[in-house]
């Protein structure tokens, strides 16, 4: 069965940097997108960064472009959200996702399977 498990999560002070971790079943970066998506309280959900083997990575929320990077594990059973200069208004619960159509994108349609979310809180 394949599975998504978040990790990485915390309490950080503004300005900080923190690196999730998403744990995927092994070879499932041959065959699906894995896509990071976060919800900010009171918001809906929304596409922070994907990756794929055949798009490579990208980042959808602007405020995050520059501040953020999607990348894989040599070993291909982690994908990583690196978070920079976070601040509070980055305070979310962020859930990895994966897209058996191998496809990725901000909307979260396409993603079929999904981890439990870990909590950032970014707070002074």
């Known amino acids: 069965q394949v599975q998504l498990v978040e990790s990485g999560g915390g309490l950080v002070q503004p300005g900080d940097s923190l690196r999730l971790s998403c744990e995927v079943s092994?070879?499932?970066?041959?065959?699906?997108?894995v896509g990071w998506f976060r919800q900010i309280p009171g918001k809906e959900r929304e596409g922070v960064a994907c990756?794929?083997?055949?798009?490579?990575?990208?980042v959808y929320v602007d405020d995050l472009k520059g501040r953020v990077a999607i990348s894989t594990s040599g070993a291909k059973d982690r994908v990583f959200l690196q978070l920079h200069s976070l601040k509070p208004e980055d305070t979310a619960v962020y859930y990895c996702?994966?897209?058996?159509?191998?496809?990725?994108?901000?909307?979260?349609?396409?993603?079929?399977?999904w981890g439990r979310g870990t909590q950032v809180t970014v707070s002074s």
């Open positions: 996702a994966a897209s058996i159509l191998n496809r990725c994108g901000p909307q979260e349609g396409s993603f079929n399977l």
């Open positions: 092994s070879a499932l970066l041959d065959y699906y997108a």
């Open positions: 990756i794929s083997k055949r798009e490579g990575g990208a």
